[in-house]
């Protein structure tokens, strides 16, 4: 056996994956498995709605030590958004599901989707209210026996997660996306020269975004300086500026100095309370996005959902094989898988960022989520394969690898034709 096979046999057996009866594909990587747990979650559900077949995908990426709310928000989130569509389609649709009444209801439907999101992540933070309406009168007493008595509850709200998801009606050929924070989802196309288009259905909601920099910094008075720290995150903390959760920026500061520093120390991280004066900080309103997949058909259309960890280790990648040049833009880790699932002239490209060679259908008809993110961690480069899989044999963060890779989940879904 081949020193490229066994590194190979090793990475699929460290990715979490499954293939799911509606066509897609998922995989999830995190090989420091005796240091961290991954935070990530994602899940694919088949639907029928008003007599129609919907098929969802959603992921959630969780910030530092933020398990709980992923796991929560995956779990319960994705049935209310279920239920979100049927009412629209039972209410403002009066039952129709003809693709012409879809369509130009579309924005509406987009609108109600992105409200259920809000409503999910408000009633996060109203129990915290429920319980604790007037944090700045706790005594530190008083304060260890409300965590002690409510930890889940306090928990929950204090983590935070991003949350991406998709809402395909194969009957009627349409989609639409909703995301916060910065997980990714668009739809590759194949086009007429055999070369794939990358087309994202998101917004990335980060202070690099100028908009949301410019949103966020308007939204605060111009003395607090703290907003944008020095490397670009929120706060000097957070790197995304919409999330579930994260009441630790949303709530008066009053919450972290009076309950929530009274969680177990492994658990808490945040910034100072003192720079925190005009809260919420982070936005729950999420952005949306809607598709007609009609047009798509003859294309070879395949929906790609990833959480950050794809872009952290492609931008890695770029950084060891191409030292000391300076780019103009941020890795378009859509734009890569895209490539990878390409012709010979866009993979050419994506080794050309990467740095290493790759190989397409080395995984014969096995996962083709795990097959992108092989390719993604190595290629056919057995060295750089073996890099990442033997931090699994890591037991301490004093031997912390100089390749970091982030908890990386990828989701792939295959249109069906009609």
Same mark, same amino acid.
Request: charged share 25%.
């Given at each position: 056996?081949?020193?490229?096979?066994? %590194?190979?046999?090793?990475?699929?057996?460290?990715?979490?994956?499954?293939?799911?009866?509606?066509?897609?594909?998922?995989?999830?990587?995190?090989?420091?498995?005796?240091?961290?747990?991954?935070?990530?979650?994602?899940?694919?559900?088949? $639907?029928?709605?008003?007599?129609?077949?919907? !098929?969802?995908?959603?992921?959630?990426?969780?910030?530092?030590?933020?398990?709980?709310?992923?796991?929560?928000?995956?779990?319960?989130?994705?049935?209310?958004?279920?239920?979100?569509?049927?009412?629209?389609?039972?209410?403002?649709?009066?039952?129709?599901?003809?693709?012409?009444? #879809?369509?130009?209801?579309?924005?509406?439907?987009?609108?109600?989707?992105?409200?259920?999101?809000?409503?999910?992540?408000?009633?996060?933070?109203?129990?915290?209210?429920?319980?604790?309406?007037?944090?700045?009168?706790?005594?530190?007493?008083?304060?260890?026996? #409300?965590?002690?008595?409510?930890?889940?509850?306090?928990?929950?709200? +204090?983590?935070?997660?991003?949350?991406?998801?998709?809402?395909?009606?194969?009957?009627?050929?349409?989609?639409?996306?909703?995301?916060?924070?910065?997980?990714?989802?668009?739809?590759?196309?194949?086009?007429?020269?055999?070369?794939?288009? $990358?087309?994202?259905?998101?917004?990335?909601?980060?202070?690099?975004?100028?908009?949301?920099?410019?949103? !966020?910094?308007?939204?605060?008075?111009?003395?607090?300086?703290?907003?944008?720290?020095?490397?670009?995150?929120?706060?000097?903390?957070?790197?995304?500026?919409?999330?579930?959760?994260?009441?630790?920026?949303?709530?008066?500061?009053?919450?972290?100095?009076?309950?929530?520093?009274?969680?177990?120390?492994?658990?808490?991280?945040?910034?100072?309370? %003192?720079?925190?004066?005009?809260?919420?900080?982070?936005?729950?309103? &999420?952005?949306?996005?809607?598709?007609?997949?009609?047009?798509?058909?003859?294309?070879?259309?395949?929906?790609?959902?990833?959480?950050?960890?794809?872009?952290?280790?492609?931008?890695?990648?770029?950084?060891?094989?191409? &030292?000391?040049?300076? +780019?103009?833009?941020? !890795?378009?880790?859509?734009?890569?898988?895209?490539?990878?699932?390409?012709?010979?002239?866009?993979?050419?490209?994506?080794?050309?960022?990467?740095?290493?060679?790759?190989?397409?259908?080395?995984?014969?008809?096995?996962?083709? %989520?795990?097959?992108? #993110?092989?390719?993604?961690?190595?290629?056919?480069?057995?060295?750089?394969?073996?890099?990442?899989?033997?931090?699994?044999? !890591?037991?301490? $963060?004093?031997?912390? &690898?100089?390749?970091?890779?982030?908890?990386?989940?990828?989701?792939? +879904?295959?249109?069906?034709?009609?």
């Amino acid at each position: 056996m081949s020193r490229l096979t066994i %590194a190979r046999e090793e990475f699929v057996r460290l990715c979490h994956s499954g293939q799911d009866p509606t066509g897609a594909h998922t995989a999830t990587f995190q090989p420091l498995v005796q240091l961290r747990i991954n935070e990530d979650r994602c899940t694919v559900h088949s $639907w029928s709605i008003a007599g129609q077949e919907w !098929v969802f995908l959603g992921l959630c990426d969780g910030h530092t030590d933020c398990e709980l709310i992923s796991e929560h928000t995956i779990t319960h989130l994705p049935d209310r958004l279920r239920q979100c569509i049927d009412d629209f389609i039972q209410g403002e649709l009066h039952g129709a599901t003809d693709r012409d009444t #879809l369509l130009s209801h579309a924005k509406l439907l987009s609108a109600a989707l992105g409200r259920e999101v809000q409503a999910f992540d408000e009633e996060i933070g109203a129990k915290i209210k429920e319980i604790c309406p007037e944090p700045e009168k706790l005594t530190e007493e008083q304060g260890k026996i #409300l965590l002690e008595e409510n930890i889940d509850i306090i928990r929950l709200a +204090y983590q935070g997660c991003t949350f991406v998801a998709a809402f395909i009606n194969v009957t009627s050929q349409c989609m639409w996306t909703v995301n916060l924070g910065d997980s990714s989802v668009g739809i590759s196309t194949r086009m007429e020269n055999g070369r794939r288009k $990358w087309k994202p259905l998101y917004k990335v909601h980060a202070m690099t975004t100028p908009d949301e920099y410019f949103r !966020v910094s308007l939204h605060h008075p111009s003395s607090e300086q703290d907003i944008i720290g020095a490397d670009g995150r929120l706060l000097g903390f957070l790197g995304m500026t919409r999330a579930i959760g994260d009441y630790r920026l949303k709530f008066p500061a009053a919450y972290i100095t009076h309950l929530f520093r009274f969680l177990p120390a492994d658990e808490i991280s945040h910034p100072d309370p %003192a720079i925190l004066k005009t809260p919420p900080y982070v936005s729950n309103r &999420p952005s949306t996005r809607f598709i007609d997949l009609q047009p798509l058909q003859d294309k070879d259309p395949i929906v790609l959902m990833f959480s950050d960890g794809v872009d952290c280790a492609a931008a890695q990648y770029r950084k060891l094989s191409h &030292p000391g040049v300076e +780019y103009e833009r941020f !890795v378009d880790a859509g734009e890569l898988l895209s490539q990878l699932l390409g012709n010979e002239d866009d993979r050419a490209e994506a080794e050309a960022l990467l740095g290493h060679p790759v190989e397409q259908g080395w995984l014969g008809a096995g996962n083709r %989520a795990v097959e992108l #993110l092989g390719n993604v961690f190595g290629g056919t480069d057995a060295g750089r394969i073996e890099d990442v899989n033997r931090q699994a044999n !890591v037991t301490s $963060w004093d031997d912390k &690898p100089s390749f970091y890779v982030d908890d990386t989940t990828l989701i792939a +879904y295959p249109l069906p034709g009609r």
